[in-house]
């Protein structure tokens, strides 16, 4: 498998949960990474991005919430997920090999995806 997703779960309002992603050296990237979310009715979401240099990019819901970070030794993508709202409630994805430009990316142009972690939030 080229993209791991674990961490998923289900927590309370309030609660926190640490997603990881393994990346194959070949999909690990020295451009961005990305997670994204998808609830059932909603497009996919840019949650998170990071690139090779440590500059983050982080969509205006999680801000001040939820942490990425990248260890580019273990070829690891990870966010770190706090106060956590029902409306996280999502499948969570790892992205790899952004299509263009340099620095941290949300638009969804990256080349490879992992399967998914799901995360539930309860009230």
């Known amino acids: 498998m080229q993209l791991e997703e674990q961490g998923g779960g289900s927590v309370e309002a309030g609660g926190s949960l640490r997603l990881s992603c393994t990346a194959s050296?070949?999909?690990?990237?020295?451009?961005?990474m990305g997670w994204f979310r998808q609830s059932p009715g909603n497009v996919r979401e840019g949650v998170a991005a990071?690139?090779?240099?440590?500059?983050?990019l982080y969509a205006d819901f999680v801000k001040g919430r939820f942490t990425i970070s990248r260890d580019n030794a273990k070829n690891m993508l990870y966010l770190q997920m706090n106060s956590l709202k029902p409306e996280d409630t999502a499948m969570y994805y790892c992205?790899?090999?952004?299509?263009?430009?340099?620095?941290?990316?949300?638009?969804?142009?990256?080349?490879?995806w992992g399967q998914g972690t799901q995360v539930t939030v309860s009230s």
């Open positions: 992205a790899t090999g952004f299509r263009g430009a340099p620095g941290a990316r949300l638009d969804p142009a990256y080349a490879y």
């Open positions: 050296e070949y999909t690990f990237s020295s451009g961005s």
């Open positions: 990071m690139d090779y240099v440590g500059t983050t």
